[in-house]
């Protein structure tokens, strides 16, 4: 298994609280990304990143913001939380033209939003 | 716009074969993946096709055309445990994928 890891698992936060999910990677993979997950939409691309510090928006990347300082973690904020965040939030890592462009997953976090 | 449609749920009994069908709408394309998701879990690679033709990996196999914009997953033998969701993705000239909805499969005893 590629190990990523995300952290928290679950949280429950109030409209309008600042939000910080964290992604870490122990494969020195140069890409990673984040996907919120919600029924009948498939897995979304928030933001991703090709490298330390260069990052880029997704097709849902309203209201939320990206930090890369490190290969090993890429951080996704939510300035203020909204209860439309509410969703599934995956990271993903992937080296750059491999063979089958392959991505490997977190495990996810839930997050509420109330 | 982007766009790839995969049927939203199938069912079938063990042992039977399934095919589930992705037709996408693109503004590039370099090649089209499969990731399976059992419920709570998180998605996996499954197959990736970026010729026309057929990629067979065990029990799973994928199909492409690109003319057509069009592939398939087929899984042989069913078993109990290939009840998961099946997304098809698509991967853009910057190395992105674009994910369908999901198939949800249900295999039955």
């Known amino acids: 298994d590629a190990g990523i890891t995300q952290s928290p698992r679950h949280k429950v936060t109030e409209t309008g609280t600042p939000v910080t999910l964290r992604c870490h990677q122990t494969?020195?993979?140069?890409?990673m990304y984040w996907y919120r997950q919600d029924p009948g939409h498939g897995l979304r691309l928030i933001h991703y990143?090709?490298?330390?510090?260069?990052?880029d928006k997704g097709e849902v990347s309203d209201g939320y913001s990206v930090s890369r300082s490190k290969t090993e973690d890429f951080l996704l904020t939510l300035e203020s939380a909204t209860s439309s965040q509410t969703s599934v939030y995956f990271c993903?890592?992937?080296?750059?033209?491999?063979?089958?462009?392959?991505?490997?997953f977190g495990p996810g976090t839930r997050l509420t939003v109330l | 716009g982007q766009s790839l449609e995969q049927p939203s749920e199938v069912t079938a009994v063990e042992g039977a074969i399934v095919q589930i069908n992705c037709t996408y709408q693109?503004?590039?394309?370099?090649?089209l993946s499969w990731y399976q998701q059992h419920d709570g879990g998180a998605p996996t690679f499954l197959s990736y096709?970026?010729?026309?033709g057929l990629e067979e990996t065990g029990r799973f196999s994928s199909f492409l055309s690109r003319s057509d914009s069009y592939g398939y997953l087929l899984l042989q033998e069913l078993q109990m445990k290939d009840s998961a969701s099946y997304f098809c993705a698509v991967r853009d000239n910057t190395d992105k994928l674009i994910f369908g909805t999901g198939t949800r499969l249900q295999v039955f005893p």
């Open positions: 494969e020195n993979h140069r890409y």
């Open positions: 993903a890592i992937s080296e750059p033209r491999s063979r089958h462009n392959e991505q490997f």
């Open positions: 096709n970026a010729l026309d």
């Open positions: 693109t503004s590039g394309f370099y090649g």
């Open positions: 990143s090709y490298g330390v510090k260069d990052t």
